[in-house]
Nanobody
Framework: QVQLVESGGGLVQAGGSLRLSCAAS????????MGWFRQAPGKEREFVAAIRAAISWSALSSYYADSVKGRFTISRDNVKNTVYLQMNSLKPEDTAVYYC???????????????????WGQGTQVTVSS
């Protein structure tokens, strides 16, 4: 079992930055691919960024949605059991609840598919004002 707790959300002006954190419990964190998703009011949950497990069959280390590429960076600290999402140059359309997720399979690469993730955090609100 993996439990995930997000933090770091808040209100920021357009052009500003925020860093989200996701602390994971359990002993299998480093062997799981991790992802960030977001959901805006009235919209479906969408992929934002993903990072492979510390030991993975995948040659791809991370992957981003086109809408955030070049502005957001995902990283992980396997000693602290934490995954981060650094968000720069924020836009009003980035406003959403952001969720951290852990994949069901071990040694996984970065995945954009919600169905690949078995464990989810409670979400943290990010609001970008214009």
């Amino acid at each position: 079992q993996v439990q995930l707790v997000e933090s770091g959300g808040g209100l920021v002006q357009a052009g500003g930055s925020l860093r989200l954190s996701c602390a994971a419990s359990g002993r299998t964190f480093s062997s799981r691919g991790m992802g960030w998703f977001r959901q805006a009011p009235g919209k479906e949950r969408e992929f934002v960024a993903a990072i492979r497990a510390a030991i993975s069959w995948s040659a791809l280390s991370s992957y981003y949605a086109d809408s955030v590429k070049g502005r957001f960076t995902i990283s992980r600290d396997n000693v602290k059991n934490t995954v981060y999402l650094q968000m720069n140059s924020l836009k009003p359309e980035d406003t959403a609840v952001y969720y951290c997720a852990a994949q069901q399979y071990h040694y996984s690469g970065p995945s954009t598919e919600l169905g690949q993730y078995d464990y989810w955090g409670q979400g943290t609100q990010v609001t970008v004002s214009s």
